[in-house]
């Protein structure tokens, strides 16, 4: 049984940072990771993903804020939210499944891709 347990985020002024864990409880050798986020009414929709490979991939809205660090290992995801902005305020999930193409993370319905999910952690900045 696979299980996410997640640690980090809560609340920031706008312009802060804030960084979010994810512990797996197996290590995958094989995997696909990611990050979404979802607000009340909308969809949960991806931000961030990483591959087995190594490989990343970050939706337009947190390019260049967002990053998944080297740090992250098989079995601990984690990202760096940096300038934070009223708009990222939403509850944010971490999700696993094995290896799929890191562009899943970001495609549309893109969470049906993912059976493995944390509890999801609000994140909050103020103007």
């Known amino acids: 049984q696979v299980h996410l347990a997640e640690s980090g985020g809560g609340s920031v002024e706008g312009g802060g940072s804030l960084r979010r864990a994810c512990t797996i409880s197996?290590?995958?050798?094989?995997?696909?990771m990611g990050w979404f986020r979802q607000v009340p009414g909308s969809e949960r929709v991806g931000v961030a993903g990483?591959?087995?490979?190594?490989?990343?991939v970050y939706a337009d809205p947190v390019k260049g804020r967002f990053t998944i660090p080297l740090e992250t290992t098989k079995k601990t995801l984690k990202l760096q939210m940096n300038s934070l902005k009223p708009e990222d305020t939403a509850m944010y999930y971490c999700?696993?499944?094995?290896?799929?193409?890191?562009?899943?993370?970001?495609?549309?319905?893109?969470?049906?891709?993912?059976?493995?999910w944390g509890q999801g952690t609000q994140v909050t900045v103020s103007s």
């Open positions: 999700a696993a499944d094995g290896y799929r193409p890191v562009s899943m993370v970001v495609a549309v319905n893109g969470r049906n891709g993912f059976g493995y």
């Open positions: 197996v290590e995958m050798s094989s995997f696909c």
């Open positions: 990483i591959d087995s490979d190594g490989n990343t």
